[in-house]
């Protein structure tokens, strides 16, 4: 058995919960990242033989439109594949269920859906330190019940699981990442971003109109030198502090 994880994960939450839900299965594990912004990803094709764990991050309620972008190239040709979206503590609210066209479109076979929590990628003080040992531990134990049900070939019924059709109208970018005084110029965040925001020739500024938000920028620069506007961060996280006050579930659809 192969099994393959198809992740956009660029502050590695998404990454964490996928692993611990793959952790628990024997087979041969590869991976497709979709942060690869020169990535050819129609090359990518599967067999019926093939178990795909397709795992994205919510962002405010919809699958980033860039992975949902690069998801529908691939071959999945009847593969069965589990979905799994992640989000901060606030809602996922229509990302597990276009998640779910979107692999259907793509050839997948939906078998089984997760919606997990990690740790807010802006706001950081929304679950903190997640997913934690408790959410590995039911993670994988998730992991379990998925792999009986695939054993068991029991992946014909529709699955059914929450959102809605038409889906909720997708934000724009909103915050938008810039170097301060302390960039060295190394040039790692125009490398590594997923959107091909940052320009090599004026690597401090983002451009807008490409900028997706996903803090990919901010985590990986060795020197911190790269921010979000401090004072709208605040405003932000004072809008949802009531739907992240209470300790959100791991779900499981199956």
Request: charged content about 25%.
């Amino acid at each position: 058995m192969k099994i393959i994880r198809i992740i956009f994960s660029p502050t590695g939450g998404t990454r964490q919960v996928a692993e611990a839900i793959t952790s628990q299965w024997d087979g041969v594990l590869d991976e497709v990242d979709l942060t690869g912004a020169e990535t050819d990803f129609s090359s990518f094709s599967f067999s019926g033989d093939d178990i795909a764990v397709i795992a994205v991050p919510s962002y405010g309620g919809r699958v980033p439109a860039l992975a949902a972008e690069r998801i529908k190239k691939i071959h999945g040709n009847q593969a069965l594949c589990i979905i799994v979206c992640v989000y901060g503590n606030r809602a996922y609210e229509d990302t597990l269920v276009e998640l779910k066209d979107i692999a259907e479109q793509s050839g997948f076979h939906v078998a089984a859906a997760v919606s997990a929590v990690a740790e807010h990628s802006i706001m950081h003080q929304y679950a903190t330190g997640r997913p934690d040992q408790q959410d590995r531990r039911e993670l994988q134990g998730f992991a379990e019940k998925i792999f009986d049900k695939i054993k068991n070939a029991d992946c014909v019924s529709e699955l059914r699981i929450p959102g809605k059709r038409p889906y909720k109208k997708a934000g724009g970018a909103g915050l938008v990442p810039r170097a301060d005084n302390h960039c060295t110029g190394c040039g790692l965040c125009a490398k590594n971003c997923p959107a091909q925001a940052i320009g090599r020739g004026n690597l401090k500024i983002a451009d807008s109109k490409k900028c997706i938000s996903c803090m990919r920028c901010v985590t990986g620069c060795p020197e911190s030198a790269r921010r979000v506007n401090g004072a709208m961060v605040s405003i932000a996280a004072l809008a949802i502090k009531k739907a992240c006050s209470e300790r959100k579930s791991n779900e499981l659809y199956i």
